[in-house]
């Protein structure tokens, strides 16, 4: 299987590692040429706790060098989707599919705008990874779960999940992709921007009783638009499974802090943001969800 991976954050390492070495072929593409040069000057580094293993990897600031692919996969922030899509666009078959597992909501409307929706899939990933610094990587293996954008199981998406699994992840196919989407949207409301503005990392945020307080709000919130756009969880309850993901990954810091510490521009709007928005959509006022957005957008600058 050839495939293009958008961007060398954690996530589109980690996918590319693996897939790389269960021996496909696989091109990462990235614009920032500090992580171009790191990573073909010294391999790329991955640490999955166990120790630290170095992959040389195919990298280019030109997607048209990697071919036309099977797969691609959109490992970008939600802000670059639009430049990234158009981007893969220049290179995409008939048969080209392309993988969005990125934090938020919008992503799958952005990327298909452009590409067209037929071509997209969507899923999520319980993958906890942080980059130390360009080419290197720290991450926990998770499991992904793939879809049709508007459900069903489809062949396309089983044979995608049986690719992956070859390639060496834990897939499961899901009829309500929806559901799993807004599940994780809801972990990263309760977590992301907490994290961000407190320097906590995730397994604080339950035990500090201002910090939880905070995090129930803005899952409350959350919750009340989803519940009123017909959306349905993937868990029972989802006040418990953003705490248990919180102690799950208790030593990581959320993305969002990672990208405060490196004076990069967050994806708040994709989270909490989106909250915002879909609320006043529909009539649901999301103040806390609000507020926290400003705050972020503030710490940001931009």
């Known amino acids: ?41 010294n391999g790329l580094h991955i640490d999955y706790g166990q120790g630290e293993k170095i992959l040389h990897v195919k990298i280019t600031d030109n997607i048209e060098e990697g071919g036309v692919p099977d797969l691609i996969i959109m490992a970008v922030k939600a802000y670059d989707n639009v430049q990234a899509a158009k981007d893969c666009l220049t290179v995409m078959g008939p048969n080209t599919l392309i993988l969005t597992m990125q934090n938020g909501v919008g992503n799958i409307e952005t ?18 990874s942080t980059v130390v610094k360009p080419g290197y990587v720290k991450s926990a293996i998770g499991e992904i779960h793939i879809g049709e954008i508007d459900g069903g ?18 897939v499961e196919t899901s009829s309500n992709v929806t559901s799993l989407i807004w599940t994780k949207l809801l972990v990263n409301v309760g977590i992301n921007a907490i994290g961000a503005l407190t320097l906590r990392r995730n397994g604080e945020i339950p035990e500090f009783a201002p910090a939880a307080a905070v995090q129930k709000m803005l899952v409350d919130e959350g919750a009340a638009v989803a519940k009123a756009l017909g959306i349905k969880f993937d868990v029972a309850d989802i006040h418990e499974y953003v705490k248990k993901v919180c102690y799950g990954t208790a030593q990581n810091k959320a993305s969002m802090y990672q990208d405060i510490e490196r004076g990069s521009i967050t994806e708040i709007q994709a989270i909490n943001g989106a909250i915002v928005r879909e609320g006043k959509k529909i009539g649901i006022p999301t103040p806390a969800n609000e507020v926290i957005t400003n705050l972020i957008v503030t710490r940001q600058g931009r």
Request: hydrophobic content about 40%; cysteine-free; glycine content about 12%.
């Open 1 to 41: 299987m050839k495939v293009t991976i958008v961007g060398t954050g954690a996530i589109g390492s980690i996918f590319g590692t693996v897939l790389t070495n269960s021996g496909q072929d696989v091109t990462f593409v990235e614009v920032k040429e500090e992580y171009i040069k790191a990573i073909k000057e």
């Open 153 to 170: 199981i489809t062949e396309r998406v089983k044979k995608m999940a049986e690719d992956l699994k070859n390639g060496g992840f834990t």
């Open 111 to 128: 990327i298909s705008e452009i590409v067209g929706k037929k071509q997209v899939l969507a899923g999520t990933t319980t993958f906890g």
